[in-house]
T-cell receptor, first 116, second 110 residues
């Protein structure tokens, strides 16, 4: 089974702090994603990565950056946390089949971040 | 800009009844996903629908895709309490970039 793990389930930070959220997957997936989940809005894509050191902005990248130095690890960085970044953050990974048929994304357990 | 809308957003139903959740999307796509989320848990993949007319079934859940109408449905047959969860549809706007619906919170009462 695919396993996607996230470094923390709950995190409380203060406004202005730099925050790191870590995600690790164990299935050698090429693609990794960061989402935030807010009530009534579903999940929204922040950033994604197709390969090591490659990253692309998703739909709501403002205030966030990412890092992917190893294939299995994808980090989300809040350079200066703000209260409007209080949310549930979900990491996902997926395999891109050699035929180009994309498979579903597998999600981690999520990190509930509160910024005070 | 791709928009994905689910309805209803909240659904309370009795065990044994049938119901359908609808997922409408605004621009062309040929890949649609359904996920389930239990309270406090992450998302679990239910179905991947890859072509027009695709229908998939797993137990009491059946999902279908009509790409011409830009509509997917998730049908629940003879609901049981264990199906209580939030259900999301997600549409691929290209290269696995997903746009999610708002989610439908389903509560099944004995």
């Amino acid at each position: 089974d695919v396993k996607v793990t996230q470094s923390s389930r709950y995190l409380v930070k203060r406004t202005g702090e730099k925050v790191f959220l870590e995600c690790v997957q164990d299935m050698d997936h090429e693609n990794m994603f960061w989402y935030r989940q807010d009530p009534g809005l579903g999940l929204r894509l922040i950033y994604f990565s197709y390969d090591v050191k490659m990253k692309e902005k998703g739909d709501i990248p403002e205030g966030y950056s990412v890092s992917r130095e190893k294939k299995e690890r994808f980090s989300l960085i809040l350079e200066s946390a703000s209260t409007n970044q209080t949310s549930m953050y979900l990491c996902a990974s997926a395999f891109t089949g050699w035929t180009g048929a994309y498979n579903e994304q597998f999600f981690g357990p999520g990190t509930r971040l509160t910024v005070l | 800009e791709l928009k994905v809308e689910q309805n209803p957003l909240f659904l309370s139903m009795q065990e044994g009844k049938n119901y359908t959740i609808y997922c409408n999307y605004s621009t062309t796509s040929d890949r649609l996903y359904w996920y389930r989320q239990d309270p406090g848990k992450s998302l679990e993949s239910l179905f991947v629908l890859l072509s027009n007319g695709a229908v998939k079934q797993e137990g009491r859940l059946m999902a279908s895709l009509d790409t011409k109408a830009r509509l997917s449905t998730l049908h629940i047959t003879a609901a049981v309490h264990d199906l209580s969860a939030t259900y999301f549809c997600a549409v691929d706007k290209g290269a696995q970039k997903l746009v999610f619906g708002q989610g439908t919170r389903l509560t099944i009462n004995p």
